[in-house]
């Protein structure tokens, strides 16, 4: 064992020390294979101990590998029939599933109209329920430091294009947080874990929090929170439809993707029955 080791470190050392002059070099054997020098993975020639060792690991990670399999077939004789079934099973299985990709590539029109998916969700409403209460708002978190807060106050509940955009620039400078996309939901739950408030786990005043409020000022030790609660949607009710647009384009992509295989399928058999490579024996 010693001497192996030792005629393998001295492999180990000539192969490092000339990686680039014989490629085809066999710099080791076992039970029948060769691992050839251009077989070995590319490592940084500068650090030749570290070389070495990293050599000496590859090679034995593939004699082992090559022993393995070799008592596996050895030992496995009866089983070999069913995994050479797997084998064939997940090669075709495999051939299939790249086939199919190539053909959506070359079918697939990826652009969904927002007519689309409006008469979607429109259709489907019921499977477009809300599993928690979502609002829009305008949301700033700032630092009781910061200059003029009042810009901030006679803002954040306008709906003026031009006041809210001087308020993201405001915002950008001095908020630590705001949210001020006038079209995007947002979960409460998540949503209301940022703010001081006392209970932030009882639904009911969850609830009536959003029913009842539609500007809110709050402050803690450092910061003020401003929030403008443009609309809310409650849990059971049916989504806004930005809030699901995204989850309806990939459905109506699916089945766009399942429609090009169904008929390509239907076309593929259509063709073997006309060429009399299909039959079905009655």
């Known amino acids: 064992m010693k001497h192996i080791i030792i005629s393998i470190l001295l492999c ?130 700032i630092r009781k430091v910061a200059p003029d807060l009042d810009f901030i106050i006679q803002r954040y509940t306008s709906d003026n294009t031009e006041d809210i955009d001087q308020l993201k620039d405001y915002c950008f400078q001095f908020a630590d947080r705001c949210f001020l996309d006038d079209m995007s939901w947002v979960s409460f739950s998540d949503f209301i874990k940022q703010l001081p408030l006392a209970d932030r786990t009882n639904t009911n005043k969850q609830k009536y929090f959003l029913k009842q409020n539609k500007t809110v000022e709050l402050e803690d030790e450092n910061y003020k929170y401003f929030i403008f609660i443009k609309d809310f949607k409650l849990k059971g009710t049916s989504s806004p439809l930005e809030y699901v647009s995204s989850s309806i384009r990939k459905i109506l992509l699916n089945k766009r993707k399942k429609d090009i295989i169904y008929s390509i399928e239907e076309k593929l058999i259509q063709e073997a029955l006309e060429r009399n490579d299909f039959k079905i024996y009655e």
Not at 28 to 53: C, K, M, R, T
Not at 111 to 132: A, K, T, W
């Open 12 to 141: 180990v050392s000539i192969v490092a020390c000339n990686y680039e002059s014989d490629h085809n070099q066999p710099i080791a054997h076992v039970l029948g294979s060769n691992l050839y020098l251009h077989q070995i993975p590319a490592f940084n020639e500068d650090f030749a101990n570290d070389s070495i060792l990293f050599i000496q690991d590859f090679i034995n990670e593939w004699a082992i590998h090559k022993i393995l399999v070799h008592k596996a077939e050895f030992n496995l004789k009866k089983e070999q029939i069913y995994i050479d079934s797997l084998v064939d099973v997940y090669r075709e299985s495999l051939l299939i599933h790249y086939y199919k990709q190539a053909l959506i590539q070359n079918y697939l029109d990826t652009i969904i109209h927002d007519s689309l998916v409006r008469n979607y969700h429109i259709n489907n409403l019921n499977n477009f329920l809300l599993q928690e209460d979502i609002l829009r708002m305008n949301y700033i978190k």
